[in-house]
């Protein structure tokens, strides 16, 4: 007798990444740029360096900008030119794509040691955790490309240890090392640091570390850097310190450091609650591992079972890079929930172990976990109807329709994950990429007005400026990275880079606000808001009389 299409595997398999392609791609655009994040100084740096021609020499308002080295700002120019245009899509293409690769890539590595089952299970729980499918989906930030080569070096090193390939060992992840440092500077050194120290330690290779094969890794890698930063400094006359100065302290600014023991402790204390509900609903899996002998290297003499962790060598490998790398970010009290991305597989890789692996579909735990998910799917299923009633979203075109096949599909999924318990995981990403796609149709367009304001009153600023030169007065812009929201739309309509001074240039107009404006004399020529409601105005200042 054939097993129905809907209780295959495959099917929900087909089905999550059937509906997760639109929803990743099919509203990328719609928003302009974030106003709560860094993506508009992403999109300003990268159209700088269009602007100016100069790809070595990352700007902000055209003053050099150190923070983050260049490398995710050419994939963003890349994609400008690829696109032809300045667009949100444009700008958020490399994310999009990258954390296909990523999650890609997650299959491809684990399959080997665990399985396809595992291997899917894993990558769709990166790509649909709330943290990335409501948020960092949707926005052109560094993390997602940065977690995605941070993760790949991770697995390469025990991929290629158990070849007892380590020459394509520490090549490869040292080139990925250098990569990631070309994107967000230390970090990456750090994690691969920790990552060979701890492996190389708990398998009794330490002297690997001294092996010829790692020298030439940590040679190739400064080669990469050493390139980059010797052509930038063959441009820019400035001391190389400086630049290592800030690196170090974008890195240690967020730490103890910075923060001091107290909050540090708070952190250390509350920190993993926030992951429950950052990486929900996967993180709260944790449960599975609420049993006696989770840690256990060994099998004692009265046990049948080998160790829950440690007796799958891969699985291991996954809880080991974690728990080392997690500590960073445990104890630094500023931490975002963007900055694990690349962590996450390797739990989620544990989680999906321990659930098909080594917990029966009778256990306490895993019924727990599965019912309290289906009761929240049959309450987002009956949610589906809400919109229909709140004011910010009646007027959404066609949303009767939308409601009424968010309601269909996400009941058919629902009634699967209740009638099903041996694929319920794999039933519940499907739910999860459907969901994103009715977010999508219901809550993302009323976010539309917003962003959409310093869209417009910039470049209606821009377009009213035309002809003549501008500048940002004095500290009004770019101070605090507030205003690159602004800075881009202008720039984008005017063609050129929006600078920053203190002088009064003949024919020249000003952005200035009224700090900077206090005691001048000028003409406003409009008035208009930079983020976040701060008033400002386009001027013209007025000629000083001279005395006779």
């Known amino acids: 007798m054939n097993t129905p299409l809907f209780r295959r595997p495959v099917f929900w398999q087909v089905l999550s990444i059937a509906l997760l392609i639109p929803a990743l791609f099919s509203y990328l655009g719609y928003l302009p740029l974030d106003t709560g994040s860094d993506e508009p100084r992403r999109a300003l740096v990268a159209l700088e360096m269009i602007l100016s021609g100069d790809y070595l020499t990352p700007t902000l308002n055209g003053e050099l900008y150190f923070n983050k080295p260049p490398l995710y700002n050419w994939l963003i120019a890349v994609s400008f030119h690829l696109f032809g245009n300045y667009s949100s899509f444009a700008l958020r293409f490399p994310m999009a794509v990258s954390l296909l690769l990523y999650g890609l890539t997650i299959y491809v590595l684990v399959k080997p040691y665990l399985g396809p089952r595992i291997a899917f299970a894993s990558a769709l729980m990166l790509v649909t955790n709330t943290r990335i499918l409501l948020y960092d989906s949707m926005l052109g930030l560094i993390d997602t490309t940065f977690s995605w080569l941070t993760y790949a070096a991770f697995i390469l090193v025990y991929r290629f240890d158990q070849k007892r390939n380590y020459w394509a060992l520490f090549l490869s992840t040292y080139l990925l090392t250098a990569l990631g440092f070309l994107m967000k500077g230390l970090p990456s050194l750090v994690f691969q640091s920790l990552t060979l120290l701890a492996y190389f330690l708990y398998t009794k290779q330490f002297r690997r570390l001294f092996s010829p094969a790692h020298f030439a890794g940590i040679g190739l890698f400064l080669l990469i850097i050493g390139s980059y930063y010797v052509a930038y400094f063959n441009r820019n006359a400035i001391p190389p310190e400086k630049i290592m100065s800030v690196l170090f302290d974008e890195s240690a600014k967020r730490t103890v450091v910075q923060f001091g023991i107290w909050e540090t402790l ?77 962590l996450l597989p390797l739990l989620f890789t544990v989680f999906a172990y321990v659930y098909y692996e080594r917990t029966s579909p009778t256990d306490w735990r895993r019924r727990g976990w599965e019912t309290l998910l289906g009761v929240v799917l049959v309450v987002v299923t009956l949610g589906a109807w809400v919109p229909l009633f709140y004011p910010d979203t009646q007027s959404i075109p066609g949303l009767w329709w939308k409601c009424g096949l968010m309601f269909v599909g996400l009941s058919f999924i629902s009634y699967h994950y209740i009638r099903q318990p041996e694929h319920r995981l794999i039933i519940l990403i499907a739910f999860l990429t459907m969901f994103r796609n009715g977010f999508n149709w219901l809550v993302v367009p009323p976010r539309l007005a917003h962003r959409q304001e310093y869209k417009d009153s910039s470049e209606r600023i821009a377009r009213q400026s035309l002809g003549k030169p501008l500048y940002g007065y004095k500290q009004t812009i770019g101070s605090d990275g507030q205003t690159d929201v602004n800075s881009f739309h202008i720039e984008v309509v005017r063609n050129e880079i929006l600078r920053k001074t203190d002088r009064k240039l003949p024919n020249a ?40």
């Open 509 to 548: 107009l000003y952005i200035g606000d009224s700090a900077t404006l206090a005691g001048e004399r000028y003409q406003t020529l409009s008035d208009f808001n930079l983020f976040d409601r701060h008033p400002a105005k386009l001027v013209r200042f007025e000629a000083v009389p001279t005395a006779k």
């Open 266 to 342: 708070l952190h250390l204390l509350t920190f993993p609650f926030e992951m429950l509900y950052h990486y929900a609903p996967w993180m709260l899996m944790v449960v599975l591992l609420f049993r006696n002998g989770v840690f256990r290297w060994k099998k004692t003499a009265s046990e049948t079972e080998k160790p829950l962790i440690a007796g799958q060598p891969f699985v291991l490998f996954n809880a080991v890079v974690f728990a080392v790398n997690f500590v960073i970010y445990w104890s630094s009290p500023q931490v975002y929930a963007r900055y694990l991305l690349m």
